[in-house]
Structure formats: C-alpha cells, structure tokens
Nanobody
Framework: QVQLVESGGGLVQAGDSLRLSCVAS????????FGWFRQAPGKEREFVSS??????YYADSVKGRFTISRDNAKNTVYLQMNGLKAEDTAVYYC????????????????????WGQGTQVTVSS
C-alpha cells in the first residue's frame, strides 16, 4: 500500500509563492504516476497537475504559474506554486496511481487510488 503525506500549505498573500511536498512510502515510487488535486469550499475536487516520469500536465487555471516535479531519490513530489491568487484557496491533495496506466484519463481523480490527507492553502487578497 502506498502512503502519501503532504506538507507545505499555509496562509499567504496574493502574489506569494508556496511549495507543497508529498512524501510517498510503502510502494515503488518510480512505478507510480503522481497528481495534485484541490478542493475549494462548496466545489468539487478538481485536477491541478500530474507527472508521469518526465511528462507533466496542468489545469488551464494554473498553467504558467505552477510547476510539478519529482525527486525519485527522495520519494517526493513537489508542487511549486507561484503568483498565487485568491481563487487558489483550497485543500490540496496528493494522489498516486500505477504508472502502467500510461496517460489514460490522467486528469481524472477517479483513476487515482492512493490519497494523502491534504494540506490547506489559503491566499488572502
């Protein structure tokens, strides 16, 4: 079983930056695809970004501002968030699925079977 632990959330002002981290354990890090999803109050959980090996994907709302990366030696996935906006306020979740799924529905949260507890990001304006 893959266990995921997120960290790095906090309260920041619009325009600030944050880097979220997701540490994975209990599985083979290199054989999994990782994603970041977020859920704002009153809204459905939505796709933010995913990474499979060196391939990255972003929601249109964050493209150009957020960067996903992974450090295989540290079993850690990162989400660098720059130019934060009030609408980025949400609980951010790290998720994982088997890499052998390829790029099939890589933006669909229903295809990810391992989830972290989430970390709160609040952006004030």
């Amino acid at each position: 079983q893959v266990q995921l632990v997120e960290s790095g959330g906090g309260l920041v002002q619009a325009g600030d930056s944050l880097r979220l981290s997701c540490v994975a354990s209990g599985g083979t890090f290199s054989t999994h695809t990782f994603g970041w999803f977020r859920q704002a109050p009153g809204k459905e959980r939505e796709f933010v970004s995913s990474i499979r090996t060196t391939y990255t994907y972003y929601a249109d709302s964050v493209k150009g501002r957020f960067t996903i990366s992974r450090d295989n030696a540290k079993n850690t996935v990162y989400l660098q968030m720059n130019g934060l906006k009030a609408e980025d306020t949400a609980v951010y979740y790290c998720a994982a699925r088997r890499s052998e799924l390829g790029f099939y529905s890589i933006r669909d949260l229903a295809t990810y079977n391992y989830w972290g507890q989430g970390t709160q990001v609040t952006v004030s304006s």
